[in-house]
Structure formats: structure tokens, C-alpha cells
């Protein structure tokens, strides 16, 4: 029996990146600009956008263009959404990413063929949530990484939405509207202009008793970011996901070099490929994590997420 | 505060209250009771299951019954916070808890999680659900969209200013419940799983740890820009105080103003629901002849755990709204008593003590309204006559002279430097 082949979802911070990964064996990309994304490794206006929607066209495999909408709206924004969607419709992206219900409403109004996928990241967490969304529009949820195996491989079997999970990179674990290392800047008597603290300047704190993880930050115009201080790794025990037919699965590209993106992608399409080819027969290679290892940074640990924990509360 | 008295004034609407309900925290039936007792216009409250402060004593469903009971006599109401983000296993028992919570008479209940604000809507419709600031809402679109959901309620988020505020209120009719005093998430309220990644404690089900508070070093080019403790990275910030905004607050037509802080003490609570209680009836007395009066903020600053400020209301929070410092207790004060009874024959009164006191301590009593005096702490007796030489243990009745009259649930504590 031949599976239905999950989508492998990536991220890319320019055109060219975004090409390598297509070849590379990505089915789909979310890109967008700050001013209406969040935690965007590039920035792509609507011309770039349309450009990727060009090259995904006119490419073998034929990418999905994902247009990330996904901030938390202030009112001057949510002004300028109707235009916005209305132009993402017109270039054709395959779908929205949001998690303000402000966009819903835009979307509503300016764009109402557009696909929508909930991500509110962290608080999109059972089953009755993607009912909700599913129920006012949105085909895809998007789970908090937070969550774990069983839970996840629940919310597939109880929602009828598109489900989507993060399986590998860093996730954001703090996102404050302060600008907290400007504002720390000034405790030390210094200027924020002495420190450059914006996304890929290497700036990370380490917990004073936690001595032996990084936890990346920056700033942009909309806040303070904390990032985790491991990547995820699921190319091991993909098979649970496929399994359970998650329907995407995210590599996240945040703060990596193209190089490496392409070596994670390479990794998950190997994966997934082998898996749908022959699930009954399919096998982790172990030269798939051995790629990623050649190329992860020593300093993050790849880890399993939350995905085999159990939280208390 | 000279700077923002300069601005206009935002002139907002409140659609369905005639004036700002005085919204208070309780974490437990005795703390509900003062909060009402000195002014509260309604309370919110934790039940065993769904809110988000694990750690606080919470209610059964029999305390909130008799809360309730006790809240319906001042007129106030009583609200359950369910604002968790439910995970796959908690959805089990929602409706029923739900409708449970209807049937002890709760007013409101404030929830986050869309498939809560669905499953009240659905099972519970005596109840009003109120958006929770966990969703973290900044405009006026979200809004509207909850509004269109049915919700009479959104808090806002923390972050919106009072100039955003004014525009919500432009586009929507509905009411708007805003954050006015206490600790403060320096993050977007919901947008942080620190406790998650450093203890397994899942915050946004009610096991935040606080790590925000944590020191950290901040590595710049590989190296750390501290030195030394005091010098450390902090996301910790200092407490929302806008007690000397009141008319700015009503004007923009705030409905409901809150309290944060269902982990404080009753203390805290009915000495910060005093000082509001007192700046808003004086408001409304007189508008134009509005005076911040400096025994409100005295009073505020007795219960303050943390330096003060006025978060983001005027501008976004900067250096001086973090605590990069070690925290000081705010005031010299520590609460001692309750009173229970008053002879005016004898000027004896009966107080329960709830922190250590001995005759020549220098104490104070108020109460609701303002009521007010010092005096120092006379001879002791317990209730059989038989003198103390200190207070000494937590609920003993406690005998002693009072300089001025006081009346049961007034309160007393002490000097403490």
C-alpha cells in the first residue's frame, strides 16, 4: 500500500533560499514581511511573494506559497489588512497563516477564497480548538509545539481540519511587545545603539542556572523574542507522525544558513518519501540524522521537543 | 504624571454600565468577602478545575454558592476565571463544570480558549463569557470578531494604550475590561512557555513559574555584557499602578477596571480595592473638582509589593518599568488584624490576629471609605481576660483598646521599620 504523502512544509529568507529548498524536496513554504508576520527569517514584500508564487509555478514539483499573517494586529494594522489579503488573493499564495481574529474578519471582507490556517502557536493546543476555527473558516491547524506525541496524534483523530506540527528547528518561547534588550541596555548605561539586537545577530541569554543552554533573542520593531535553546528533531521517529497522518510537517529555518535548511530538507524528504513508498517496510536510515549532525550547530542540542513529555501544571 | 495631564483626554463610551465596575481579585471565599465589603462592584475567582493559578487556594462549588450569597448583598457579582488554553483531556468535564458553575449563580465566567467561550455559549447561556487578556487582543477587529461571537466582554491585552483603547471604543459598542493594578506578564499575556522549556510546567495551564523574574546573563558576541549580579539580564517587570489616572481611564470609557492578583493576600486586596473604590466614587461626585487625594496612593503603596508604573497605557514600558535591581518591599508595613467586634461602652475591640503584634508596636486601622487612624498598641488579653504579652498566634481573638471607634472587617496592621 502506497501512503498519502504528508506535506513538508519549510521556510525560507530569500528567493534564492527558497529555490534551493523546492529542489531540495519541499512541498511548501511560508513567507511574508514583519510588518504582518511574525519570527520571519526574510522578509518578502508582496512583489517577492509573487515572485515565489512565479518560481513555484514554474518549478517541477510545484511548491505551495503560504503567506504568514501571524502577528498579533494593532488597530493602525488591522486598517491595512483588506488591501493586504486582497493582493495576496490576486497573486494566488495557497493560503494564509494567521492567528488574530482580526484577520479572519479581513479575510471575511477583501478575501474570502483565500484558504486559511490557524496558528496561533502556543495557545492552539486540543481538538475543539481546530473545530472552532475549522468552523469559521480555517482548513489547517497549525498545534503548539508544546504539546506531546499523544496528544497530537489525538487532535488528528478527532478534527476533520488539516493538521500541522513542527518537526524540526528552534520554536519561540517568549514574545513580549517591550523592547527588553534596549531596555537593559539603558540598566547598563548604554546606548541600544551600541548593540545590534536584531534577528541573526547571535545575541542569546543563558538562565543563571543553566549554565549550558543558549536561548537565542532579538528585537524587532514589534518586540522581544526568546527562542529555545534546542532544535527539534523528529527525523528518528517521523513514522509515529506519518502514522498518524499529520497532514504537514514544519522545518522551521529560523536563524540557519540555506546550507543547512537544504541538508534538514534533504533529510525529511528521504524520510517521508520511504515512508510512503512502503510503510509496512519503512526503516529510519540512520545517515539521515547523521546529515543533520554534520551540520548542527554543537552548541543547540537536537532534542525531541515536548513531544515525549508530560507536563504539570 | 504632569506629562500626560498635558494631553486631551480620550472620550470614549461605556455602553452598558453607567459608570466603571471596580473589578477585584479573590483567592479565596474570605478574601472575596473583603474585596466586596470595601467596595468591590464584582470579584473574579478560581475554580478546583480551568483557571490559571494552580497555586491559589481556589473554590469549591459550595464556596462559590455562598460567595455569591454574600457578593448579591452589596449588589456585586462574582466571576470564574477559565482561562486556560484546554488541552485534548481537559475538554472532558468542561460542560459539565460549565453548567455547574451557572447553577451556583456566577455571573461571568473569562476564558481565553475559543472551544470554552464556544461550550459556555452553548451549555451554560445563563452565563456570560468574557474574553480573557490571555488572547492577547490589541484592535479593534479582534474585537469586533468576539463581539460577533457573542461576547458581551473583551480584557484587553496589557499592551494596548489608552489611545488604542479609544479607538476600540470608537468601532465597537461593547464593554471593555481593562487591567488597572497589579503584576504584570512582560510578555503578551498567553506568549510565553519559559516554565514550560525550564520546569515542564505548563503556564498556559496554570503552572507558570515566574522565570520571566529569573536572572540572565546576555551573551553579545559571545561574551556576557554583565558584571556582577545587580547587572544581570531581567524580563521581570515592575507592577501597573493607575491610580492617578482615574478620570483619563473613565474618560476613555474603560467599563470594568481589574485588579490583578488572585495569589495576594486579603490585605493587598482590600487595601487596593479601598484606594480605587475611593478615587472612582470621587470622580463621579464631583469630575471637575477631581483631586488625587495622597492618602489613596499612600495606601496603595503600603500593599505594593513591587515598584510601581503605569505599564502601557502612555508609552511602551522602558528601562525604568523592569526590576533589574534586588526588589524592596515597598512599604513599612505588614498587615496584624481583623476586626471582628467593637464595645462602644468599653472602646475594646475584638481582633483576630494574622501576623505577630505586642503592646508599644505602632499600628493602624482603616476600613471602607477611607476610615483611618493610627494609634500604638495598648495592653493585650485573649478573650478570657488573661493579659498577653504579644499576639502570637495566627487567629487567636485578641482584646485591646481602640483610639477610635472601628467596626467588624475593618482591618489593622502594623509597623514593621
Not at chain 2, 478546583?48 to 497555586?55: E, H, I, P
Not at chain 2, 492578583?261 to 495576594?264: A, D, E, L, P, Y
Given at each position: 500500500m502506497v501512503a498519502t504523502k504528508p506535506e513538508l512544509l519549510a521556510t525560507a529568507a530569500s528567493l534564492e533560499e527558497l529555490s534551493l529548498l523546492a529542489d531540495a524536496g519541499a512541498d511548501a513554504f511560508v513567507i511574508g514581511e514583519s510588518r504582518f508576520g511574525a519570527r520571519l527569517p526574510g522578509e518578502f514584500g508582496l512583489e517577492q511573494i509573487g515572485e515565489a508564487v512565479r518560481i513555484a509555478r514554474g518549478s517541477e514539483r510545484r511548491p505551495r506559497i503560504y503567506a504568514a499573517v501571524n502577528n498579533l494586529m494593532d488597530n493602525r494594522t488591522v486598517g491595512e489588512l483588506p488591501a493586504y489579503l486582497g493582493r495576496l488573493a490576486e497573486i494566488g499564495v495557497d493560503a494564509i497563516v494567521f492567528g488574530d481574529p482580526s484577520v479572519l474578519m479581513a479575510a471575511r471582507e477583501a478575501a474570502p477564497q483565500l484558504r486559511l490556517h490557524w496558528n496561533a502557536e502556543m495557545t492552539s493546543t486540543s481538538y475543539a480548538q481546530a473545530d472552532y476555527w475549522g468552523k469559521r473558516g480555517a482548513s489547517r491547524i497549525v498545534l503548539a509545539r508544546e504539546l506531546n506525541m499523544e496528544q497530537i496524534v489525538e487532535v488528528k483523530q478527532r478534527t476533520s481540519l488539516e493538521v500541522q506540527v513542527q518537526v524540526h528547528g528552534m520554536t519561540n518561547i517568549y514574545h513580549s511587545k517591550r523592547s527588553l534588550v534596549d531596555s537593559y541596555l539603558g540598566h547598563l548605561g548604554k546606548a541600544p545603539e551600541q548593540v545590534d539586537s536584531a534577528l541573526g545577530q547571535g545575541l542569546f541569554l543563558m538562565e543563571a542556572d543553566r549554565r549550558d543552554e543558549r536561548y537565542p533573542i532579538y528585537q524587532d520593531a514589534y518586540g522581544t523574542y526568546m527562542m529555545s535553546s534546542d532544535d527539534i528533531c523528529m527525523i528518528e521517529n517521523l513514522h509515529e507522525l506519518l502514522e498518524a497522518g499529520i497532514d504537514s510537517l514544519r522545518v522551521e529555518g529560523l536563524m540557519k544558513t540555506p546550507a543547512y535548511n537544504e541538508t534538514v530538507v534533504r533529510a525529511y524528504r528521504a524520510a517521508i518519501d520511504a515512508y510512503a513508498a512502503d510503510p509496512a517496510g519503512y526503516r529510519f536510515d540512520p545517515s539521515w540524522l547523521a546529515a543533520i549532525r554534520r551540520v548542527?550547530?554543537?552548541?543547540r542540542e537536537l532534542s525531541y521537543g515536548f513531544f515525549y513529555k508530560e507536563q504539570v501544571y | 504624571m504632569g506629562m500626560t495631564m498635558n494631553k486631551p483626554r480620550y472620550q470614549g463610551k461605556r455602553y452598558r454600565l453607567d459608570r466603571p465596575e471596580l473589578l477585584a481579585p479573590a483567592g479565596n471565599l474570605e478574601k472575596l468577602k473583603f474585596a466586596v465589603h470595601y467596595g468591590a462592584d464584582a470579584v473574579y475567582i478560581g475554580g478546583?478545575?480551568?483557571?490559571?493559578?494552580?497555586?491559589a487556594d481556589n473554590f469549591s462549588f459550595e464556596e462559590m454558592r455562598e460567595g455569591v450569597e454574600f457578593a448579591a448583598r452589596y449588589g456585586a457579582k462574582v466571576f470564574v476565571a477559565t482561562n486556560i488554553y484546554a488541552h485534548n483531556e481537559d475538554i472532558d468535564g468542561l460542560e459539565a463544570y460549565l453548567r455547574k458553575l451557572e447553577e451556583v449563580g456566577i455571573a461571568a465566567i473569562i476564558a481565553a480558549d475559543p472551544a470554552i467561550v464556544e461550550t459556555a455559549q452553548r451549555v451554560a447561556p445563563g452565563l456570560e463569557v468574557h474574553l480573557s487578556t490571555q488572547q492577547s487582543v490589541l484592535n479593534w477587529r479582534t474585537v469586533q470578531f468576539w463581539k460577533e461571537e457573542g461576547l458581551p466582554r473583551v480584557v484587553l491585552a496589557r499592551e494596548t494604550s489608552l489611545e488604542e483603547i479609544a479607538e476600540i471604543k470608537s468601532h465597537v459598542d461593547i464593554e471593555i475590561e481593562a487591567f488597572i493594578h497589579g503584576a504584570m506578564c512582560?510578555?503578551?499575556?498567553?506568549?510565553?512557555?519559559l516554565s514550560n522549556h525550564f520546569t515542564d510546567r505548563d503556564s498556559n495551564r496554570?503552572?507558570?513559574?515566574?522565570?520571566?523574574r529569573w536572572k540572565y546573563d546576555l551573551y553579545v558576541d559571545g561574551d556576557t555584557i554583565a558584571e556582577g549580579e545587580e547587572q544581570m539580564f531581567t524580563m521581570g517587570s515592575k507592577d501597573l499602578c493607575m491610580i492617578r489616572h482615574i478620570p483619563e481611564l473613565i474618560d476613555v470609557g474603560v467599563d470594568s477596571f481589574k485588579i490583578e492578583?488572585?495569589?495576594?493576600s486579603l490585605h493587598y486586596v482590600a487595601t487596593i480595592v479601598n484606594a480605587y473604590r475611593q478615587a472612582i466614587d470621587a470622580y463621579f461626585a464631583d469630575p471637575d473638582g477631581y483631586e488625587l487625594r495622597p492618602e489613596w496612593l499612600e495606601e496603595v503603596h503600603k500593599a505594593a509589593n513591587r515598584p510601581l508604573n503605569t505599564g502601557f497605557f502612555f508609552d511602551t514600558p522602558g528601562t525604568e518599568d523592569h526590576i533589574y535591581e534586588p526588589e524592596e518591599k515597598a512599604a513599612p508595613y505588614d498587615f496584624a488584624g481583623v476586626v471582628l467586634e467593637y464595645d462602644e461602652q468599653t472602646g475594646l475591640a475584638v481582633v483576630q490576629q494574622r501576623n505577630h503584634f505586642k503592646p508599644g508596636q505602632e499600628i493602624e486601622f482603616f476600613g471602607p471609605g477611607g476610615t483611618f487612624f493610627k494609634q500604638t498598641v495598648d495592653e493585650l488579653r485573649d478573650r478570657e481576660g488573661n493579659r498577653l504579652d504579644a499576639a502570637r498566634h495566627p487567629l487567636q481573638e485578641i482584646v485591646l483598646r481602640v483610639a477610635e471607634p472601628v467596626r467588624p472587617m475593618d482591618m489593622m496592621r502594623k509597623r514593621i521599620r
Open positions: 548542527q550547530d554543537p552548541s | 478546583q478545575k480551568y483557571g490559571l493559578r494552580s497555586g512582560s510578555s503578551f499575556s498567553g506568549r510565553c512557555v496554570g503552572g507558570c513559574c515566574q522565570s520571566c492578583g488572585r495569589m495576594k
